[in-house]
């Protein structure tokens, strides 16, 4: 029999693993080849928490039928409890509209549009209500935006053929019709990426956001470059509005409106001196702007020095009186070897952002 290491051995190699930022709300060990993704959170009437992830990678379903968790707080984010697993729900958002709590995406990776319904605040769902018949959709878990009587969301379509060229589009429901009902929704036509673009390749990752002149956007992700694509939805088409500058505009962002301040805010991986910024996500800062096209980093909020095995990103998150809280799909060490890289998520972690508007905290 091989000797026992000393208790206060033992103790030093326990301590020399850090513990992730935040709180845990789901773990999934790296060899198990399934890594967390699409971090979404929402915040109920009552003051319950609601956080939701999928599984990617070789040991998941993501190519046939994915899988969701979907996890509660009763406490304001300090514990979580798992309250359903479904499957056929890939790269989804929660949104609480109405009365009810939904959960929308694709059925699996470039799969059929999906959205369903919760009465009980996450506990039970509907069945899966299949908004296309077709396959080929893209998305994560981003904003809805009301406008115009309706309710909107961003996504994509993805051709046959290799990863990109991403065809960007919105769908819109009226804010009262029976959003389980694929007759309720309306589709903008799709829109690809400029060949003429001075850099980037692709668009991806969509947010619908009302700008402060009311004109509806539908503001993207550039593939490996920082900064972000304005696209302005006209009736049933999108028309370019350009490219501006955006700290970590080569990953998945969420942008929300705050009326306190009159700003936008974002939680983004700003990387500009990265020659690939889309591969560089050790560092969530916490970003703003007052027209949606000058942004400023207000405060770095989590950072690790290894770019390589350490990630904290496709940050979701809810505004919570004068803070933020934040779902975010992390790569980071635990007592199994840590992450298979930065992408390869083996977290999805709770993260308060305290008092958000004061700059420099």
Known sequence: M?????????????????????????????????????PSIAILPGGVYVASHDFFGPGSTQSTSAVTRVFRSTDRGRSWRQSAEMHDQFWSNLFFHRGRL????????????????????????????????????HTAPVPMAIHGGRIWRAMEFHPRGPWGFFEA????????????????????????????????????????????????????????????????????????????????????????????????WTLSNPAPDAPAPASVRNTLALASSADLRSWRVERIVLTNPDALKHGFQYVDWQFDGDDLAAAVRAAFDDDE???????????????????FRKQGR
């Open 2 to 38: 091989a000797p026992m290491l000393p208790l206060a051995l033992l103790l030093l190699a326990a301590a020399e693993i850090p513990a992730p930022p935040g709180v845990v709300i789901d773990h999934q060990p790296a060899a198990t080849r399934k890594y967390i993704g699409s």
């Open 102 to 137: 939904y959960l929308m995406g694709t059925t699996f990776e470039y799969g059929r549009i999906v959205i369903r319904a919760s009465s009980d605040g996450g506990i039970t769902w509907t069945a899966p209500a299949y908004l296309t018949g077709d396959t080929g959709y």
């Open 169 to 264: 589009f919105v769908l819109s429901a009226p804010v009262k019709a029976d959003l389980l009902d694929p007759r309720s929704w309306r589709f903008t036509e799709r829109l690809r990426f400029p060949q003429d673009a001075a850099a980037g390749k692709h668009w991806l990752e969509g947010n619908a956001v009302v700008a402060r002149d009311g004109t509806l956007l539908d503001i993207l992700r550039v593939d490996n470059v920082e900064k972000a694509a304005l696209l302005r939805v006209e009736g049933d088409r999108l028309a370019p509005g350009g490219f501006t500058d955006f700290p970590g505009g080569a990953k998945k962002f969420t942008i929300r409106y705050d009326r306190k301040s009159r700003r936008y």
């Open 337 to 355: 070897g840590g992450a298979h890289n930065f992408h390869d998520a083996n977290f999805l972690l709770f993260v308060r952002v305290p008092g």
